[in-house]
């Protein structure tokens, strides 16, 4: 049975025989989508989608991989916690940059990323994914 090119008609047994580089690649889709629509976008293109998609992921990738660099760093640890997302994303700023994020001397708590992303989490309303994502147990050899 061909797969729906829609990715919210994805059944929870077609998500189950993705690989996990196109399940990856399915939910970042449908959160772009989300995104685009949040904007105002009644529809999408799907070369758009995927390659806006693409960038996401390389994105989340690029964070991920620094906020991992800043735990073993700081503090020889194996797991990111809040402080090493926020370093990331400040290593990660626009070319105008965050104000005060070069200042070295400053607490991490009063961090204008920190301020941002309060102000967006509390100011933008949740949009569900359509469907459940089904969880996985870490070191699964499930695939997913």
Do not use: M, W
């Not at 758009?48 to 989340?60: C, I, M, P, R, T």
């Amino acid at each position: 049975k061909p797969r729906s090119k829609n990715p919210a008609h994805q059944t929870q047994a077609q998500t189950q025989s993705l690989s996990p580089a196109e399940f990856s690649h399915l939910l970042t889709k449908i959160a772009v989508a989300q995104i685009c629509r949040s904007f105002g976008f009644k529809a999408i293109q799907s070369s758009a989608l995927d390659s806006l998609s693409k960038v996401g992921a390389l994105y989340n990738e690029s964070l991920a991989s620094r906020a991992a660099s800043h735990a073993v760093v700081s503090g020889g640890r194996t797991q990111c916690n809040l402080f090493d997302i926020i370093v990331a994303l400040e290593d990660l700023r626009l070319s105008s940059g965050f104000p005060g994020a070069g200042d070295v001397d400053r607490p991490l708590l009063s961090s204008y990323t920190l301020k941002e992303l309060n102000r967006f989490v509390n100011g933008v309303d949740e949009v569900p994914f359509p469907r459940r994502i089904p969880r996985v147990e870490p070191g699964s050899v499930s695939g997913l």
